[in-house]
């Protein structure tokens, strides 16, 4: 065994003469537990509250997004729509016309988005799996699905002879408009569903309907589209689809789900990171009882480093024990910390103890990513802490 280790071990787990340094080394040590079972156990609390998150706003967003670089609309010929039937055994894809509108229903108006879909839609996002009320529309109809806020808002029903839900959009076009109603286009529609996602702004945004309702309104060709929503068959990967994709539609924008949620992406991992940077300074507080224990260590040792010394121990040697000796008891202590955060955050995720409410858990998600973060930020801040200490070394060989 490699003398200097040895010597750093029987440093490590021997008692000091000295009571203070044993209570500081076990205060560090205990410190080192703590910090490695909180960080974990906090960074699969923030990565459960991500997935919690980003759970809603994913209901009815697809993997992929083919949208136009500029401007509003897609033009797809006959050759790029074979090429993509040519990967229908790793992608559903549907074509999608969109916009803001006008809805009016009896005196009551809104603004809120327009959203024709074709027949292909159901096999890209499953929202007729959230169908609250009634039946997701028909193709070639003028039906009208509507979110569970829109439609509470314009206090609209399903089927109802009593009031008519019309829409409205500006014609495209250049000029002075002389005739207010002439400069938009009008059509009726018939709610026949009602969707809730729980989720209070997507309810409050979309109502879907038929995509020939969508090119009657918004006066788009056959061959026009706002933007193809994809989703990935069998496991395929998703880096090969968009390169393939990029191939067939070179003058696009491919957006994934990360990238359609940006914002609340970026919101959560500038919390997370928030949160890990608070964490990490509270662990380099803990560490000073770390740094402070090795150099009353030394002090204390310090008739048995001189020995050291005259047996032949070169001054790096002598300082390499001591760095030996703090990264044993950091790494001890990260063991034990990190195995029971592990074991917390496994019995919270399968049982549930922890909660937000009677009926639900608060979320938290084990990831071994999160270990690996809690290892290196750990070793890397106790490498510092050790170094800073076994540095008396050369103070003391000095005098």
Known sequence: MNTVF????RYAFSKSKTKAINII???????????????????????????????FANMIDPDLVVLPSTGKKIAISEQQEKELERFQKSIAFSKVI???????????????FIKAVDA?????????????????????????????????EISAGMYSNEKLLEVFA?????????????????????????????????????????????????????????????KLLNAVSEKDVIANLQKIFPNTEIKNRAQLNEGLYKMLKTESLAIYLIFTLIIIVTLF??????????????????????????????QQIFLYQGLILAVSGIVVGLTLGVVITLLQQHFGFVKISENFPYPIVFSWQNGILVIVTLLVLSIIASIIAASRIKNLMNR
């Open 6 to 9: 040895y010597i750093a071990k």
């Open 25 to 55: 080394t076990r205060i560090s040590t205990i410190g080192i537990v703590v910090s490695s079972m909180a960080l974990f156990v906090v960074l699969s609390v923030f990565s459960g509250l991500e997935n919690f998150a980003l759970s």
């Open 98 to 112: 969109e916009d803001r509108v006008i809805f009016t229903y009896g005196e009551k108006q809104i603004v809120a």
């Open 120 to 152: 292909n839609y159901t096999k890209t996002v499953a929202i007729n799996e959230h169908i609250a009320y009634g039946q997701w529309l028909q193709s070639n109809t003028n039906d009208a699905v509507l979110g569970n806020g829109l439609a509470n």
């Open 170 to 230: 500006m014609k495209p076009g250049k000029g002075m408009i002389t005739m207010p109603d002439e400069a938009y286009t009008k059509l009726p529609l018939y709610p026949s569903g009602i969707y809730s996602l729980e989720n209070i702004e997507t309810d409050n945004k979309y109502i879907y309907t038929d995509i020939s309702v969508g090119r009657d309104l918004l006066h788009y060709k056959p061959n026009e589209v706002s933007k193809i929503e994809i």
């Open 289 to 318: 009882c770390l740094t402070g224990s090795l150099i009353m260590i030394i002090l204390e040792k310090k008739e048995h480093i001189k020995t050291l010394f005259d047996m032949g121990f070169t001054q790096r040697k002598l």
